[in-house]
C-alpha cells in the first residue's frame, strides 16, 4: 500500500477564487512531481482569502516545515494571483531545486508582502480619493420607549461607508404601546410611532468583526387612538430624540453581515397625550433605548 503523504494544504476562500484542489495541483505542476509521492515531506499549509475593504484579495498564510513557521499576509488584485503565491510558497518549502528548474527565468507573481499582524498594507501611491460602498440594513427591534411598556419595531438603513466611517440614513416603526388611565381603567389609548433617524458610525474592523460606534438623532411621528369612550379621537405628536450606542457586526460573506446594535435615546422633543378633559395620559420617557438585530447586504 502506498505511504499517505505527509503535506497537509488546508485552503479557505470564496467561490471565485481556486480551491483546495486546485492549489494542490499548481504545487505538483510547480515540483514537476505528485505529492503522493513525496512521503518524507513533511510541510503544512493554511491560507485563508478574504475581500478588502479596497476590493483586493488578501491571503493569510501559515506555513509549516521543517520545524520551521512562517506567517505571511499577501495581497494581489487577483483571486488567482495569491493562489499561485501561496503554491509557490508550498513548493519552495518542499524542494525548491525542482521549482527552479520548472519555473525557469520567468519571475513569480508581484504581490505585497508583510508581517500577518498588521492590516492591509497601503498603496504605494495615496489614494486619489476614499474608495466608498453602499450597504442596505434591516433589522427587527424591541424598544422601551418612546412607546409604553416593551413593544416590538422593524427599520431600513442605508449607509454609505468611508473606510472605517459611515453615513447612515433610515427608519423605524414601533407598535403596540397601549396608555391606560389609573381611573378610569378601560380608557386609554394605542399608540405608535413612525420615525426616521440620521447618524454617524465609526466602524473599527478586524477581519470577520466590525464593531461600530453610532450617534445620530431621531425625529417622527406618535400616533394616539383612543378607547374606552364613545366617539374614538385621533392625535398625532412629534417626537425627537439624540440617538447613540454600540453595534457588532459579523461578516459572514463578503456581501453579508450579520448586525447587533444596543440604542440609548434621549428625548428631546415629546408630544403630550390625553382622552378629553381626563388630563394627560401619555408623555414619552425622557430616557429610552432599545435592542435591534438584523442582516446588512455590502453592495
Not at 78 to 94: N, R
Not at 170 to 195: H, I, M, T
Not at 236 to 258: D, E, F, N
Request: a neutral charge; aromatic letters at 6%.
Amino acid at each position: 500500500m502506498p505511504v499517505p503523504p505527509s503535506i497537509d494544504i488546508q485552503w479557505e476562500a470564496p467561490p471565485e477564487c481556486p480551491d483546495a484542489t486546485d492549489v494542490r495541483a499548481r504545487v505538483e505542476r510547480l515540483l514537476g512531481r505528485r505529492l503522493a509521492d513525496l512521503p518524507d515531506k513533511d510541510v503544512k499549509a493554511q491560507g485563508e482569502v478574504q475581500r478588502t475593504e479596497a476590493g483586493n484579495w488578501q491571503l493569510s498564510l501559515r506555513l509549516s516545515a521543517s520545524g520551521h513557521v512562517e506567517e505571511d499576509t499577501l495581497v494581489a488584485k487577483k483571486c488567482a494571483s495569491v493562489g499561485d503565491a501561496m503554491a509557490l510558497k508550498i513548493a519552495l518549502a518542499i524542494d525548491p531545486l525542482a521549482v527552479v528548474d520548472s519555473v525557469g527565468p520567468s519571475p513569480p507573481p508581484t504581490l505585497e508582502t508583510h508581517p500577518t499582524t498588521t492590516a492591509t498594507p497601503p498603496p504605494r501611491n495615496p489614494p486619489v480619493a476614499p474608495h466608498v460602498r453602499l450597504s442596505m440594513r434591516v433589522v427587527g427591534a424591541v424598544g422601551l420607549g418612546p412607546l409604553p411598556r416593551a413593544t416590538p419595531g422593524v427599520g431600513l438603513y442605508g449607509a454609505l461607508r468611508f473606510g472605517e466611517f459611515r453615513v447612515e440614513l433610515g427608519g423605524q416603526a414601533f407598535w403596540g404601546g397601549v396608555a391606560r388611565y389609573d381611573s378610569p381603567p378601560n380608557v386609554g389609548a394605542d399608540l405608535q410611532a413612525f420615525v426616521g433617524a440620521l447618524r454617524g458610525c465609526l466602524e473599527p474592523r478586524t477581519r470577520q468583526w466590525s464593531f461600530p460606534i453610532c450617534a445620530g438623532l431621531e425625529l417622527g411621528a406618535m400616533r394616539a387612538v383612543g378607547f374606552g369612550v364613545e366617539a374614538a379621537e385621533r392625535s398625532t405628536g412629534i417626537w425627537g430624540a439624540v440617538l447613540a450606542g454600540p453595534a457588532v457586526q459579523l461578516h459572514l460573506t463578503s456581501r453579508l453581515a450579520l448586525w447587533v446594535e444596543v440604542d440609548v435615546a434621549l428625548t428631546v422633543v415629546a408630544p403630550e397625550f390625553h382622552v378629553r378633559n381626563l388630563g394627560t395620559l401619555y408623555v414619552p420617557p425622557r430616557i429610552g433605548s432599545r435592542l435591534a438585530a438584523g442582516f446588512e447586504v455590502n453592495f
